[in-house]
């Protein structure tokens, strides 16, 4: 039993890069469904696929690279909120990471979203990752 499956998926992601993996699979959640969209969607990752042939499921994520430079989209996964302590931003005080140029990903009422996103909905939540 896992007991931050976030964590855990952050840090196989984290692990794969740093081995220059193309692909990597990680057991699926709703919750991690949602990070990868949102990892898709602001251009960390290159595609993923959810195969739900199992009883839990998995997700494949193919990693983003430089196709000249081989560096990472990714160069930073940070865990930010855990779960023996919790962390929560309200819509006044969003997290900026990196001065604009990481991402917070923030799990809220309306669903899981950047901070920038967030902020315009004009809601908070709980700060689950930065980006970068």
Same mark, same amino acid.
Do not use: F, W
């Given at each position: ?8 998926f ?14 990597v699979e990680?057991p ?22 959810f195969?739900? !042939?199992?009883?839990?499921? =998995?997700? *494949?994520i /193919?990693?983003?690279y430089n196709?000249?430079?081989? #560096?990472?989209?990714?160069?930073k ?5 855990s ?5 929560y ?14 991402i917070?990903?923030?799990?809220? !009422?309306?669903?899981?979203? =950047?901070? *920038?996103? /967030?902020?315009a ?5 709980? #700060?689950?990752?930065?980006v970068?």
């Open positions: 039993m896992n007991t931050d499956p976030i964590a855990d952050l840090t196989r992601v984290r692990n794969a890069i740093k081995a220059n993996h193309r692909v990680i699926a959640s709703n919750i991690k469904k949602e990070i990868t969209k949102v990892l898709y969607h602001k251009g960390y990752i290159q595609s993923y696929r195969d739900d !042939s199992s009883v839990q499921g =998995t997700i *494949k /193919a990693l983003k196709p000249t430079t081989k #560096v990472p989209a990714i160069t996964l940070e865990r930010i909120s779960p023996g302590l919790r962390t931003a309200h819509v006044e005080n969003m997290p900026r990471v990196l001065s604009g140029l990481g917070a990903i923030l799990s809220t !009422s309306k669903g899981v979203m =950047t901070e *920038k996103e /967030a902020k909905q004009n809601v908070g939540g709980e #700060v689950l990752c930065y970068y």
